[in-house]
T-cell receptor
Framework: GNSVTQMEGPVTLSEEAFLTINCTYT??????LFWYVQYPGEGLQLLLK?????DKGSNKGFEATYRKETTSFHLEKGSVQVSDSAVYFC????????????FGKGTLLTVNP | DGGITQSPKYLFRKEGQNVTLSCEQN?????MYWYRQDPGQGLRLIYY???????QKGDIAEGYSVSREKKESFPLTVTSAQKNPTAFYLC????????????FGDGTRLSIL
């Protein structure tokens, strides 16, 4: 079956530091990949997505590249801000007759001023 | 603005009581989903529906029930058979097409009195 593995948190960084959150997946076929962000007490918001190999999703300074050869979709940001503090979820969509998403366990990021 | 509305934001249940969580969307999405979120466990799928009057069990359906009488609405009932209902519940919706992300509501936090 499908699965998503994220690096365990929490991750604590200083403002303007470089961020990487690792995500690897197992899936059959050609899944779509997503990163979601969850701020305290809120639902999930789509941050970025990629639908095929070598696609790069980007939004608000965050980037992730769909690497089929390494089955990875690592999230990166060059300079984090305090407002980026949140939980980040990597997710996989297998499509076809099944539109469900498979989520990783989430990574808590705290950015200190 | 289109979106997903979950109510109430906070809900308390007494032992042996059924409670119903509301989820309404005005995005004209065919598919709707219910997830349960516990600390450190990511999101787990309870039920999903891809069309009115049809729904499928997810990974943790025991102790829960749903209905889908209207496209816009997908209420979740937490029954007394669910022995550990304290959690954050998230509703989502999506277009029923490959590669489409899910859109989330702001969640309902259920606690036991």
């Amino acid at each position: 079956g499908n699965s998503v593995t994220q690096m365990e948190g929490p991750v604590t960084l200083s403002e303007e530091a470089f961020l990487t959150i690792n995500c690897t997946y197992t899936a059959t076929g050609y899944p779509s990949l997503f990163w979601y962000v969850q701020y305290p007490g809120e639902g999930l918001q789509l941050l970025l997505k990629a639908t095929k190999a070598d696609d790069k999703g980007s939004n608000k300074g965050f980037e992730a590249t769909y690497r089929k050869e390494t089955t990875s979709f690592h999230l990166e940001k060059g300079s984090v801000q305090v407002s980026d503090s949140a939980v980040y979820f990597c997710a996989l969509g297998s499509g076809g007759s099944n539109y469900k998403l498979t989520f990783g366990k989430g990574t808590l990021l705290t950015v200190n001023p | 603005d289109g979106g997903i509305t979950q109510s109430p934001k906070y809900l308390f249940r007494k032992e042996g009581q059924n409670v119903t969580l509301s989820c309404e969307q005005n995005l004209n999405h065919d598919a709707m989903y219910w997830y349960r979120q516990d600390p450190g466990q990511g999101l787990r799928l309870i039920y999903y529906s891809q069309i009115v009057n049809d729904f499928q069990k997810g990974d943790i359906a025991e102790g829960y029930s749903v209905s889908r009488e209207k496209k816009e609405s997908f209420p979740l009932t937490v029954t007394s058979a669910q022995k550990n209902p304290t959690a954050f519940y998230l509703c989502a919706s999506s277009i029923v097409t490959d590669n489409q992300p899910q859109h989330f509501g702001d969640g309902t936090r259920l606690s036991i009195l």
